[in-house]
């Protein structure tokens, strides 16, 4: 390994798609429940949250709400 790197030429990765930190509010069992389910696919949870949230995005999936 070099003791220093020269990063004036670098470029962005072109391929690698554009993400925004945001800060939202998620219940604490909706987070628990990702946890869980991101350790038995190997991954983060937040990536898994992002990629349901793309999924329904993609799908333009629509949820129904009902206030009673």
Excluded: H
Excluded at 9 to 35: G, H, L, M
Excluded at 48 to 60: S, T
């Amino acid at each position: 390994m070099r003791e220093e790197y020269d990063f004036n030429n670098a470029r962005k990765n072109p391929f690698a798609k554009k993400k925004k930190q945001i800060t939202i509010n998620v219940d604490e069992s909706t987070i628990e429940y990702f946890k869980a389910l991101a350790v038995q696919k190997g991954i983060n949870y937040q990536v898994l949250i992002n990629f349901y949230l793309a999924d329904c995005a993609e799908n333009r999936k629509d949820l129904e709400l009902s206030w009673n």
